[in-house]
């Protein structure tokens, strides 16, 4: 019925749907099943058309970069959204604003703040994601995160197809997370950094690069990392939990622990849903009985 409608719709306003698209090649873990229905939107006049006749009554979930998602092997009843290349635009304003748009990648905007010599996106090179991912669990690495760079963000809430702009004084935003509404889908944002030379920037970048080599796994099918560093809770790192806790040759199928890193969880080739599911919840509970610590993952499972 869904369906239907939606090909109704697509018919009457000349916008293209998908329909069983195929989620695996959408994400790093190389997993997952098909969507009922899939769009991709170009423009942001079809998104708000689209979202004001079906946004209060589907089941929607926007997609990024896919580098930290793991979807179920099954059929995804409800829309997958994955926001066009007319939504990775990024702009130098006035006074070195950046306007980068939500599709952007993290390494682009990265790189064209360090081709403007401005200073204070040079982490943003070792994150796999996009910006509207980033904003939505306020990425960081190597003691910086989104919050730290970020003025204002633009929104269009799924449900009515409005949209809005939020200056980061309205945002509480914590490790890995934030209070915005979930209901909203992120456009673009305002970031502001810091005039350097770009010489400096880029001796910056590239140690971070190095640094990251060195200790991550890369080229190989892995959602990043897998879970949170227990705040507050212990003064150990959570890849120190898992390796006190768990043997890491552990694996269900082709899921593993990465040698190289036991907080990244990878796929050998051709590891099912439910493997990652068992190696991720068998990881929870040896770290709980050892440690009494209860992990949470900062991957997203879509069950």
Same mark, same amino acid.
């Given at each position: 019925m869904l369906e239907q409608k939606i090909k109704n719709f697509?018919?009457?306003?000349?916008?293209?749907?998908?329909?069983?698209?195929s989620l695996k090649k959408l994400n790093w873990f190389n997993i997952g099943g098909t969507a009922k229905v899939f769009f991709k939107p170009e423009k942001l006049e079809h998104l708000i058309l689209f979202l004001k006749e079906f946004g209060n009554s589907s089941s929607i979930f926007v997609l990024g970069a896919g580098s930290n998602i793991l979807f179920n092997d099954n059929i995804y009843d409800g829309i997958v959204i994955k926001l066009g290349k007319n939504f990775s635009n990024i702009t130098l304003m006035p006074n070195k604003v950046i306007i980068a748009g939500a599709a952007a990648s993290d390494k682009k905007l990265s790189q064209f703040a360090e081709n403007n010599s401005i200073s204070g996106f040079e982490f943003l090179s070792c994150i796999p994601g996009t910006v509207g991912g980033g904003l939505k669990i306020n990425s960081g690495c190597y003691g910086m995160e989104f919050k730290d760079i970020l003025l204002s963000v633009q929104v269009v809430d799924k449900k009515s197809g409005v949209i809005k702009t939020i200056p980061t004084s309205d945002?509480?935003?914590?490790?890995?997370?934030s209070d915005i509404n979930k209901d909203y889908i992120y456009l673009?944002?305002?970031? !502001?950094?810091? +005039?350097?030379? !770009?010489?400096? +920037?880029?001796?910056?970048?590239?140690?971070?690069?190095k640094k990251k080599e060195l200790s991550q796994p890369s080229k190989i099918k892995t959602g990043g990392s897998t879970f949170k560093n227990p705040l507050n809770k212990t003064s150990l790192k959570v890849w120190e939990l898992i390796k006190k806790s768990v043997p890491l040759d552990t694996s269900f199928g082709d899921a593993a622990i990465s040698e190289k890193h036991c907080n990244f969880l990878i796929n050998k080739g051709n590891a099912s849903f439910q493997d990652m599911v068992k190696l991720i919840r068998y990881i929870e509970n040896n770290v709980k009985l050892k440690t009494g610590i209860k992990l949470d993952t900062e991957i997203e499972i879509i069950e």
């Open positions: 697509s018919k009457k306003n000349n916008i293209n749907f998908l329909y069983n698209y945002i509480n935003f914590g490790y890995r997370q673009s944002a305002s970031f !502001k950094g810091d +005039i350097k030379e !770009k010489s400096e +920037i880029t001796k910056e970048i590239n140690f971070l690069k």
